[in-house]
């Protein structure tokens, strides 16, 4: 059996999800079994709850960071410094779940929902929520430009009383570099003058059962005071905050968990190459698998890691612990392995076109979906984009469909999604991402399909 390739139409199980669930009535934090019990500072809640909260860049995160406060009742100032994000957002011309847009609509329409440029707004808030992009460079060192901007412009508006929560996520001790060091040199120190704490964001857009009204928080103040405060703010929208000791404990707590999916991708997909050189279906074992009531937790294989999360979180740890001279082979490895993963599916796509008999024309090559996960129009490092290249480079012709993302730049290219892939013939259809609903029994059986994914598996398994 030749790794990847499936029979047509494998995996068309729809992804529809379920509804979603109302978020918490009260501001009250919940708490984890085995919690100490806790309640929130009343002093610091009430300033919070009577306050204005600002969001510091209104993405992929920020935004419905943004919304869920203001369903909860808040009044909410969203900050970004990019014009055409703020246009986007007022046209409502933005990526969000079916289930947002009517949270976009009634906050644009409430005059108490505040959108600006201006960091100067951050002067009349109660708390200020951090949310700006931290990527990696070409050369996977941690690209903190717009997390230093976002914090200076931060602490330079800061005033006493005042809640600043970071949420970017980044590497361990950020939250001191960035926000206290700096505030006590302008003579605001944490703990006698300000509120610091760090809560990593850990909402998967695109995914309707895991948003914030779903979505545990993790929350490390700089003393008890701002961690209470922030969980009070944090409790507004999540129904469990997770207080922690300290910024660095939550810091490391997000790196942890995205360390932990990105091992566990790259040893998924390794698994699934070897149930194959084993003649084995690699869903059917994982399903297999995942009866184990402890101890296992299913990851599945795909063409590779996109977004700005599982492709650069891992490299913030591995940055710093090696500044320090400390080893991180595993981690090392890992990430090495994801990264090469785009590579290996054109590889194998190469490998099927090398097969066909018709040398007369370049082959034709589709990919099904672009976006790096599914329900988005996020292609920030898709795998999707260096399978094409690669495939183009060698003379393929390439073509993609995908209803989030009607064009795609590469190079001085701009492609347009294919509309009707089912009137045109294929000599290869790649199943990069399944988007929700999707139907894939177009395809001819005739058709070779690689499929990275392997998805033919149950709806169930594959969102439980
Ligand atoms: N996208 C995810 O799935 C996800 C999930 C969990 C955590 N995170 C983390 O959340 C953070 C934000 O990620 P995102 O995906 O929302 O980013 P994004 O790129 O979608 O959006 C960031 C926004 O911040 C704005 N911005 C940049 N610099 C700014 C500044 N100085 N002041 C104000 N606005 C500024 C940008 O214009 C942009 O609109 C990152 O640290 C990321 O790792 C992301």
Redesign the pocket.
Known sequence: MDAFVTGPGAGSASAEAPARSAGPASGEAALLPGQATATCADVGKAAVEAGRVAV???????LPTALALHASGARVTG????PA?LDAIRRRAVDLLPGQYAGLAAALEDEEFLLTDDADAFRDCEAVVI????PVTDDAVPDLT?LR??CA?VVARARAGQLLLL????YVGTTRDLLVTPLRERGLPPERDVFVAFAP?????GNPLHGQERTPRVVGGVGAAATERAAALLARTSPVVHRVDSPETAEMAKLWENTFRAVNIALANELADSCLTLGLEPHAVIHAAATKPYGFMPFYPGPGVG???IP??PHYLRWQLAQRGAATPLLDTAMAAVAARPDTVAARALALLAARKDASRPPRVLLLGVSYKPGVADIRDSPALRIIDVLSANGASVAYTDPYVPTLARGPRVLTAVADPAARTWDLVIVHTRHPGWDLSWVPDSTPVLDPTHQGMPEAVLRS
Not at 56 to 62: C, D, K, P, R
């Open positions: 510091v860049g209104l993405g992929y995160v920020g900050m970004d410094v990019s994000r949310c700006v992009p931290t717009e901007a976002a412009a949420t970017s996520t980044s964001e850990r909402i998967d857009p977004g700005h999360c650069c979180d």
